[in-house]
């Protein structure tokens, strides 16, 4: 049996009020939360590897919005990188305090060197070792905020990989943190 609006008592409006606004509130989060995973979800791994392993491929916005939003898909790029990087370089240790110059790996060396020629500028330096089996073609990092960075490496000469870079760019300050993971493949 249901009523008429206008037969309702003040309070049992108010009440119906409540009601309602709170039906709504929760709808409004429902249809957010979903919209969060049907982005996520619509990006497929064929997207995700492709971002991982062509150099000439940047972040779409849509991989963006999906990786922003979804932890799962995070650590599925995370894992792909890790299984595709020539080199990885994890975070560095706790006890490191500031900002890191250079990273060490088995086999490669990750350098930040300020431009004598230029200033405001830096060089990042990768050396590989003599019997590398191939020259990366890119340098991944991932910060503490879970945010990305892509950077296509020139070819290597003699083992070195050199870039001249601006001091103060997001890649400088990536690879200073010491919270920031470093893939290259």
Known sequence: MTRAWKTFEPRRKAVAERVFDAL????????????????????????????ATRSDLPMGEKLKRA????????????????????????????ASAGGVESREGEGFSLRIRPSR????QSYVIIEMAEDAAEAPKTL???GADQQYGKYP????QNGVIQLLVDSDSALVQA?????????IR
């Open 24 to 51: 709504s509130n929760l709808d409004s989060l429902t249809d957010r939360e979903a919209a969060a995973e049907t982005a996520s979800r619509k990006v497929g791994f064929a997207e995700l590897y492709a971002y």
């Open 175 to 183: 690879l200073r943190d010491v919270h920031t993971e470093v893939f």
């Open 67 to 94: 990786l922003d939003e979804s932890e799962t898909l995070r650590r599925d790029l995370d894992a792909l990188l890790e299984r595709t990087a020539i080199y990885h370089f994890p975070r560095v240790a706790a």
């Open 140 to 142: 991944f990092v991932c």
């Open 117 to 120: 020629a230029a200033s405001g």
């Open 153 to 156: 490496l020139p070819d290597a």
